[in-house]
Nanobody, 127 residues
Framework: QVQLVESGGGSVQAGGSLRLSCTASGYAGSRYCMGWFRQAAGKERERVAYVYARDGRISYGDFVKGRFIASRDNAKNRLDLEMSSLQPEDTAIYYC????????????????????WGQGTQVTISS
């Protein structure tokens, strides 16, 4: 059984930085996606960044615009998200998610691919 443990988040002023971490356990192989999603109040969930564990390729949502950097620690099965130049519109609950098996990097684009979700961590950016 795959489990995801999230840490990080919190509140900062606009222009500040935060770091999120997600550690996965229970995987036997590497053909899976791991990513961060977010959902702001009254808005649809959107993909922030994801990695395909098998090859380490990372993709970002268009809104990231170079402000966030995702990095993966293979040994620890951990996906970190360094967020900088945060703005009030980045306020949301951020969720770590992972798939059980994904055939390739492009499969990770489908949010339906993710069947494991963390409990979510609040990120609040004040102006």
């Amino acid at each position: 059984q795959v489990q995801l443990v999230e840490s990080g988040g919190g509140s900062v002023q606009a222009g500040g930085s935060l770091r999120l971490s997600c550690t996965a356990s229970g995987y036997a192989g590497s053909r899976y996606c791991m990513g961060w999603f977010r959902q702001a109040a009254g808005k649809e969930r959107e993909r922030v960044a994801y990695v395909y564990a098998r090859d380490g390729r990372i993709s970002y949502g268009d809104f990231v615009k170079g402000r966030f950097i995702a990095s993966r620690d293979n040994a620890k099965n951990r996906l970190d998200l360094e967020m900088s130049s945060l703005q009030p519109e980045d306020t949301a609950i951020y969720y770590c998610a992972a798939s059980s098996f994904s055939k390739d990097f492009y499969a990770c684009l489908d949010s339906g691919e993710y069947n494991y979700w963390g409990q979510g961590t609040q990120v609040t950016i004040s102006s």
